[in-house]
């Protein structure tokens, strides 16, 4: 009871503190219920999927390095992990799933035969948690995958059965959303690519825009699911072209009023995803991200609260945007405690929009405006030392999670319980 009560004071300070610059410390608490992040499954088992039970899935630039002990090798285990990262998050979450980690019962389901009763029993678990579900097609790990090209393959059969799993796929994100009575948002991503130079780049990209095209014809409420496209700068084995570079997927995006998922691991180490989403917004209604940690390339190491990641919650913050985009998480770090992982990862995307939200945003607009660049550096300093912390730890308070450190002795009491026995 003493720490709570010394959190609350704290949080009073704070909140004094805030005020002076003009921000309402309650108002931001309110506006956290917006930031709503889609946890994505493959960091439970360093994506593998039940295809086939036990498998480590490679291909399409796709490695999780390392081999911490008690990953998840099964639906319940994998549930069971989820329902324990949900314990400990504060705010509301969602579950992001792939198409390889259908309940296929032990029978082997090859991706164009994929249908909703495959996925019934997670639907029916989020219902459970009441949380929303996304959706992606898995077009990578597959021998129809080995040649390095699948939606934008020249092989027709091939193609045919890419993109026969994308239907499939987005008639079940359809009845995903419909079910649970929230969009279900399904992302495109293949890991289409040449090693060496090409010659014939633009027939892989006409192939790939006729493939997207046949599968977008079948029109679904947007009320049960929103496609997303998303590029990629290069891939490993895909190192000279990406068939789905960022060029081509904002202009189908664009012109078939698709969202544009912007993953910052996805493209050149000295390009700012942040700097991205007001660009992309002058042209689409809403956008998806990939949040992650790239360390020189797409490595997707367990994201912390950098600067990279500041801007993009801030540029969305600025520009009321947090209703348009669409978040989620995508890194696959098998050498610590992935439940640790989720942990961090995830409490640190929601750190970066909450400073976001504490910053007084209207008035240091005021200021640009009128040409008052020292006073708005002055302030945006300034609030690097305010004590965003003790918000943080009275939000955590609120939403009756662990709050600090404490989530470390919960995951580690259920490694050793749990995990350990695996």
């Known amino acids: 009871m003493h720490r709570n009560k010394l959190i609350e004071k704290s949080y009073d300070i704070a909140k004094e503190q805030y005020a002076e610059l003009g921000v309402d410390t309650d108002q931001v608490l309110k506006e956290m219920e917006k930031v709503v ?8 088992d360093d994506v593998g999927g039940f295809e086939t039970p036990g498998a480590e899935l490679s291909g399409g630039g796709i490695q999780a390095t390392g081999n911490y002990p008690g990953k998840a090798t099964s639906i319940a285990e994998m549930r069971a992990d989820l329902e324990k990262v949900l314990s400990l998050l504060p705010g509301d979450q969602r579950l992001n799933l792939h198409a390889i980690y259908g309940d296929f019962a032990g029978e082997k389901v090859d991706r164009d035969q994929i249908e909703v009763k495959h996925f019934q029993s997670w639907i029916d678990w989020c219902k459970k948690e009441n949380i929303g579900m996304d959706f992606n097609p898995t077009f990578f790990s597959h021998p129809s995958a080995d040649s390095g090209f699948t939606l934008s393959s020249k092989d027709e059969g091939v193609r045919q059965f890419w993109l026969e799993h994308l239907k499939r796929c987005r008639a079940i994100s359809a009845e995903i959303g419909k079910q649970l009575g929230s969009p279900c948002v399904h992302n495109i991503w293949i890991p289409d690519g040449s090693k060496d130079s090409p010659i014939d780049r633009n027939g892989h990209r006409a192939i790939l825009k006729k493939s997207l095209d046949e599968a977008m014809s079948i029109d679904y409420p947007k009320a049960q699911i929103k496609d997303a496209v998303e590029s990629k700068l290069f891939g490993i084995g895909a190192e000279s072209m990406t068939v789905g570079s960022h060029d081509f997927y904002l202009g189908y995006a664009i012109s078939r009023n698709k969202l544009i998922c912007l ?54 913050v600025r520009n009321n945007f947090l209703e348009r985009v669409k978040i989620g998480l995508d890194f696959f770090d098998a050498s610590i405690n992935r439940i640790g992982a989720y942990v961090i990862g995830t409490r640190a995307t929601q750190k970066a929009f909450m400073i976001a939200l504490l910053e007084p945003t209207s008035k240091l607009i005021e200021m640009e405006e009128a040409g008052q660049n020292f006073e708005r550096l002055a302030i945006l300093e300034e609030l690097k030392t305010k004590p965003f912390g003790a918000v943080w730890d009275y939000y955590c308070l609120q939403q009756k999670v662990p709050v600090g450190l404490d989530f470390i002795s919960e995951i580690q009491q259920y490694e050793k319980q749990v995990l350990t026995k695996r």
């Open 37 to 44: 992040i889609s946890l994505h499954c493959w960091q439970t």
């Open 263 to 316: 993953d910052n691991g996805h493209f050149h180490p000295t390009e700012q995803v942040g700097d991205k989403i007001s660009a992309c917004m002058q042209f689409l209604d809403e956008v998806l991200l990939h949040v992650t940690r790239p360390v020189r390339w797409d490595s997707d190491h367990v994201v912390i609260l950098n600067d990279d990641v500041q801007l993009i919650a801030s540029e969305i």
